[in-house]
DNA sequence: TTGTAAGCGTTATCAC
DNA sequence: GTGATAACGCTTACAA
């Protein structure tokens, strides 16, 4: 494949002329410029950006590390976060971890190695010690030391959850979660905020007998047996939070396959929103995430690593996205 | 960021040996090898992988240019692919096109001046003279001249599809779909031979008086109104295969707001198969491909282009994947 | 076993 | 306006 020597020879020119026409920087007689371009085009030169990146010491690429593009809330942020990089000339490298650390940490390492512009990191392992401070990481929903975090407001969404639940004549109230704020897990999420923010809204309404049940994080989209059983030794229950749109969906599967109807007698309200709209039953009533201003956040935080400033962390505002079940 | 220059110096040792080292290649005493490994830690050296593709002219990227990741098929599929890839040292770039042409070309030139190790493209745009042929290119469900692919057997899908509504005892059948063939579009795809595969298969079980509803392609998801307008004005209609899930979904929630049952009074089957199930209604009785299958066949194509090998086309086997609405 | 040096394809500095 | 040349950090003959 042609390089800018060939393109410099057979131009007779020097390369740095090619290198000045190609980058449209320095001058260069109009003349000169035009024999340049007609010789790129008939060798068809094309710059070779790895040489680029080797000088520079940038190659303009970003990483997102995250559990898995297929869950409907991580993918389409991660649709997003492509379309700002792209507009700001970045391409994407995907990482899907599956939930392992172990390969959180073999793709870690392969970033640095790699050189990367910037990481995003989505996990909910440990990963901390492996996270070198003076690299250009930013983290989504976990807070990690030192490293800058964009999240949603969880502690809000979890206080608009039990609002709405209490509005709509809720008594007796249930959470299920699969965070566990260090009881089962190691790291503390964000995601725990939609806890605290629900049962302090709803002890602030005078709501205090309240059933939490918490298991350990799984794979984000099934729940352990014994969480079904629980919910069916309560059958008092008649207003339930679900730390995500997918757990409600099980959720009001398993109610429904039990003979409780949704939301008539118990009304189940998730969190994440979006997409959960699109599907042949019920749509989830839920406390809605912006994957599209998570992600021009996410890309604000990117702009200012490359700038060599200080990165804040951000916190993005949630909304009610009312359905059929709740 | 230390160099192997700097490691070597502080080894005592030549840039070569060092290199030998990190890459468990050709002789080092066991004692050296020990004293840089332990240089290296100290100066907390890591292997710069832009130097290294410049000189072995391979960076290890696949890029996937597709429409769009938050798809559920393309999603999975992209998933599986990241997978394989992997497993075989490779990293994954993702360039989602939102079904725009000029994206499409953008991503094309970008990955050229990148030299990306081989690209997988998916997509319903005539980029056909944007594809050097000699570029490591594959596609998936679309044929370019010159251009190995990979793609279900959607032919065979089709005469499922055929079978199973003629077995459930469907009288008066319709075809749903956003490919063209030629009609709409420019481009020729795969897909297409969904609908063939079907006709052919009515035609031989003495079905002749199919409607055929087409429409150019928008974004997989939304259809156009008129063609509800269409499905409305056939209530003998007892039979639909549409193109895909997405299609098939959308179909479904018109049929049923209009009063029309499924399955009792229309059956109704789509393709692609896999995630429909998962939500909160009916599962979807649909034709399915396999994105594993089809990611590992990408994969072993992509093997095919490193080893300097000629790829193959690929036609992956399909199943039927039964629901509750056929 | 190990070290030296060429080469990979750019950009940028500095003369001219 | 333009052209040498150093530098970026690595791998790999080739020599020792």
Same mark, same amino acid.
């Given at each position: 494949?042609?390089?800018?020597?060939?393109?410099?020879?057979?131009?007779n020119?020097?390369?740095?002329t090619v290198?000045?026409? %190609?980058?449209n920087? =320095?001058?260069? !007689?109009k003349e000169?410029?035009?024999?340049v371009?007609?010789?790129?085009?008939?060798?068809?030169y094309?710059p070779?950006?790895?040489?680029?990146?080797?000088?520079?010491?940038?190659n303009h690429? *970003?990483?997102?590390?995250?559990?898995?593009?297929?869950?409907l809330?991580? =993918?389409?942020?991660?649709?997003?976060?492509?379309?700002?990089?792209f507009?700001y =000339?970045?391409?994407?490298?995907?990482?899907?971890s599956?939930?392992?650390?172990?390969?959180?940490?073999?793709?870690?390492d392969?970033?640095?190695?790699?050189?990367?512009?910037?990481i %995003?990191?989505?996990?909910?392992?440990d990963?901390?010690?492996?996270?070198? !401070?003076?690299?250009?990481i930013l983290s989504?929903d976990r807070?990690f030391?030192?490293?800058?975090?964009v999240t949603?407001?969880?502690?809000h969404?979890g206080e608009?959850?039990?609002?709405?639940?209490?509005k709509k004549?809720?008594?007796k %109230?249930m959470?299920? =979660?699969d965070?566990?704020?260090?009881?089962h897990?190691?790291?503390?999420?964000? *995601?725990s905020n939609?806890?605290?923010g629900?049962?302090?809204?709803?002890k602030k309404?005078?709501i205090d007998?309240?059933?939490n049940v918490?298991?350990?994080?799984g794979?984000?989209?099934?729940?352990?047996?014994?969480?079904?059983?629980?919910?069916n030794?309560?059958?008092?229950?008649?207003g339930?939070f679900?730390?995500?749109?997918a757990?409600a969906a099980e *959720?009001?599967l398993?109610l429904? !396959?039990?003979?409780?109807?949704?939301?008539?007698?118990v !009304?189940v309200?998730?969190?994440?929103?979006g997409?959960?709209f699109?599907?042949?039953g019920?749509?989830?009533?839920?406390?809605?995430?912006?994957p599209?201003?998570?992600?021009?956040a996410?890309?604000?935080t990117i702009?200012k690593?490359?700038?060599?400033k200080?990165?804040e962390s951000?916190?993005i505002? %949630?909304?009610?996205?009312?359905g059929?079940?709740?």
């Open positions: 494949m042609a390089s800018i020597i060939e393109v410099a020879r057979k131009a020119v020097g390369i740095a290198s000045r026409v %190609i980058n920087s =320095g001058y260069v !007689k000169t410029r035009e024999k371009e007609q010789v790129i085009k008939e060798v068809g094309v070779n950006e790895i040489a680029r990146s080797m000088t520079l010491q940038k690429i *970003v990483a997102f590390i995250l559990p898995n593009s297929t869950h809330f991580f =993918g389409e942020l991660l649709y997003f976060v492509e379309q700002e990089l507009n =000339g970045y391409k994407l490298m995907v990482c899907n599956s939930m392992q650390k172990e390969k959180d940490i073999a793709y870690i392969l970033l640095k190695k790699n050189r990367v512009d910037a %995003i990191l989505l996990t909910n392992n990963v901390e010690s492996y996270l070198d !401070k003076n690299l250009p989504f807070k030391d030192g490293i800058p975090y949603s407001d969880n502690y969404g608009l959850a039990a609002q709405y639940l209490i004549g809720c008594k %109230i959470f299920i =979660g965070d566990a704020q260090g009881l897990t190691v790291v503390k999420t964000e *995601v939609r806890r605290l629900f049962f302090d809204e709803l309404q005078n007998d309240v059933i918490e298991y350990p994080l794979n984000y989209i099934y729940i352990p047996e014994y969480v079904h059983e629980v919910i030794s309560h059958p008092e229950v008649d339930i679900c730390i995500s749109d757990v *959720v009001i398993k429904e !396959k039990n003979g409780r109807r949704v939301p008539e007698d !009304k309200i998730g969190f994440d929103g997409r959960s699109i599907n042949l019920k749509r989830i009533t839920s406390i809605g995430q912006s599209k201003l998570i992600a021009e996410i890309m604000a702009l690593f490359i700038d060599k200080k990165a951000v916190i505002p %949630i909304y009610l996205q009312e059929d079940t709740a």
